[in-house]
């Protein structure tokens, strides 16, 4: 019993160490370096990665409930696991927004992985299971068969796009980088959940993730943006 207790205790003192590490990711922003967010940085509306990761996460609670037969499919408790912990490693080392990416600044995912590394020390027998998941998530999405995986990184996705159609300024003039950055992850992403959907014959998730990605586009292009979806297969 003795040493029963002493075990849960040190388990414990590690899980609040690496609490105290991961709240780093309160003050860790994102969007840094995007144009559109110049005007919302400057008013105090920045998004950090933990506000990002409970959008995520808030996001998967409320799609859930529209889509019923998209959340019969999965695990949804390994989604929200997945989803909470998908940018552990950017409270480390920061994110890198997509739009400064295209223009050529590298994101070395090998640091956030290493990031995920140092941070699961404190939880050995979680550390496993935390670099599994970053593996599949930042994995080439053609090659993604796992629905909570592919699920998660299109949740992701809609958030990043929602926020940005929220709070960015003069999207309409960004166009042409924003429809580089939607040919990279929304249309794979959206193409690839459907496409594994079918193969598995789930017609009425089909439709489900169609209409979503539909009203998704509509909010794009409302916005002024000119958004080429010849390759969206919706």
């Not at 990711?25 to 144009?35: H, I, K, L």
């Not at 995520?56 to 037969?69: K, N, S, Y």
């Not at 050995?124 to 796992?146: A, C, H, M, Q, Y």
């Not at 940005?164 to 992403?189: C, D, M, W």
Request: hydrophobic fraction near 40%; charged fraction near 30%; include cysteine.
């Amino acid at each position: 019993m003795k040493m029963a207790q002493e075990k849960i205790e040190k388990s414990i003192k590690r899980m609040y160490k690496l609490l105290s590490q991961t709240y780093r990711g309160n003050w860790q922003n994102r969007w840094q370096g995007a144009p559109y967010f110049n005007q919302a940085v400057e008013e105090g509306k920045v998004e950090s990665i933990v506000g990002h990761t409970w959008a995520t996460m808030e996001f998967w609670f409320l799609l859930r409930r529209i889509c019923p037969q998209l959340d019969s499919l999965v695990n949804s408790i390994e989604v929200y696991e997945i989803l909470l912990n998908h940018d552990l490693g950017e409270t480390e080392k920061g994110d890198v927004p997509l739009y400064q990416k295209i223009k050529g600044v590298v994101d070395d995912k090998m640091v956030e992985r290493q990031g995920i590394e140092k941070l699961s020390e404190q939880l050995p027998r979680i550390k496993k299971e935390l670099l599994r998941w970053f593996d599949e998530f930042e994995g080439e999405v053609k090659t993604i068969n796992k629905l909570e995986i592919l699920l998660a990184r299109w949740i992701n996705n809609l958030h990043g796009n929602h926020f940005a159609l929220t709070f960015g300024k003069r999207l309409a003039h960004f166009s042409k980088e924003i429809n580089s950055i939607l040919q990279i992850r929304f249309v794979p992403y959206t193409n690839r959940l459907i496409q594994v959907l079918k193969q598995r014959g789930e017609k009425e998730a089909v439709e489900e993730v169609k209409q979503i990605a539909k009203q998704h586009v509509k909010l794009i292009k409302a916005a002024g943006i000119n958004f080429d979806t010849s390759r969206l297969k919706i």
